[in-house]
C-alpha cells in the first residue's frame, strides 16, 4: 500500500470522528422517552428527549441537567449515584473532542515529517481517544440505566405499560466516533509501518550502491 492514501485516510477518518462526536454532545437525543398518546388522558405530552446537558419535554419545555449545582444534602445515595456518573460522562466526552482537536493537529505535522516513530506515537494517541470516548459512552449507559430504575419505583406499574425508552441518535454518533477514532489509531499504525518499510528499503538501496 502507499503511504498517500492512507494518511489521508487516516486524516479523513480523524475528521469524521471529531465532526461526529461534536454532534452527539451538542444534540439532545441521547435518551428518548416515548409515552403512548392513545392511552394518556391529560393534557400534556409527557414524552421526552434528553441529552448531555438537557432534558426536552414534550414540544417546547426545557430543563437544565444541573448536576454540578444540585443540592446533594437534599438527595438519596442512588440520586447522588447517578449524578455522580452524569458528572464524569459532562467532563469525558468533551476532554475526548477536546484531545481529538489536538491530535488531528499533531497528525498533519507527523504525516509531513513522514517519521515512523510520530506517526506510532500519533496512532497511540488517537486509540486513547478513543479510549475516553468508550469510557465515556459506557458511563453515560450505566447512568440512564440507574435513572430509569430509579423512575421505574417513581411510576406504576400500570402506568408503565405504556412507556417506551431507547437510546437515541446521538448515542449512536458518539459510538460511531468512537470507531472511527479506532480506525484512525490502526491506519497511522499501518502508515509507520509502511513508512519504516520504505526507510528500510531506500537504506538498502543506498547500501547497494555503495
Not at 466516533?177 to 518499510?197: K, N
Request: include cysteine; glycine fraction near 8%; aromatic fraction near 12%.
Amino acid at each position: 500500500m502507499k503511504y498517500g492514501p492512507v494518511v489521508l485516510s487516516a486524516g479523513l477518518t480523524g475528521l469524521l470522528s471529531f465532526t461526529f462526536l461534536a454532534l452527539a454532545i451538542g444534540t439532545d437525543y441521547w435518551y428518548i422517552i416515548d409515552v403512548n398518546k392513545s392511552n394518556h388522558t391529560g393534557p400534556k405530552d409527557l414524552s421526552s428527549h434528553s441529552g448531555l446537558w438537557r432534558i426536552i419535554e414534550g414540544s417546547n419545555r426545557s430543563s437544565i441537567i444541573s448536576s454540578f449545582t444540585a443540592n446533594m444534602s437534599s438527595l438519596s445515595e442512588t440520586e447522588r449515584q447517578i449524578l455522580g456518573l452524569h458528572k464524569v460522562v459532562v467532563i469525558v466526552l468533551p476532554l475526548s473532542l477536546i484531545l481529538l482537536v489536538l491530535g488531528w493537529i499533531f497528525g498533519l505535522v507527523s504525516s509531513l515529517a513522514c517519521s515512523p516513530k510520530l506517526l506510532a506515537a500519533l496512532a497511540s494517541y488517537f486509540l486513547l481517544c478513543g479510549l475516553f470516548t468508550l469510557s465515556g459512552v459506557s458511563i453515560y449507559i450505566k447512568y440512564s440505566n440507574q435513572a430509569m430504575e430509579e423512575f421505574q419505583w417513581i411510576v406504576s406499574p400500570e402506568n408503565l405499560v405504556f412507556v417506551h425508552v431507547s437510546f437515541g441518535w446521538s448515542l449512536h454518533l458518539a459510538w460511531l466516533s468512537y470507531s472511527l477514532e479506532v480506525a484512525t489509531g490502526l491506519l497511522l499504525l499501518l502508515a509507520a509501518r509502511i513508512t519504516q518499510i520504505k526507510g528500510y528499503y531506500n537504506s538498502g538501496v543506498a547500501i547497494a550502491m555503495l
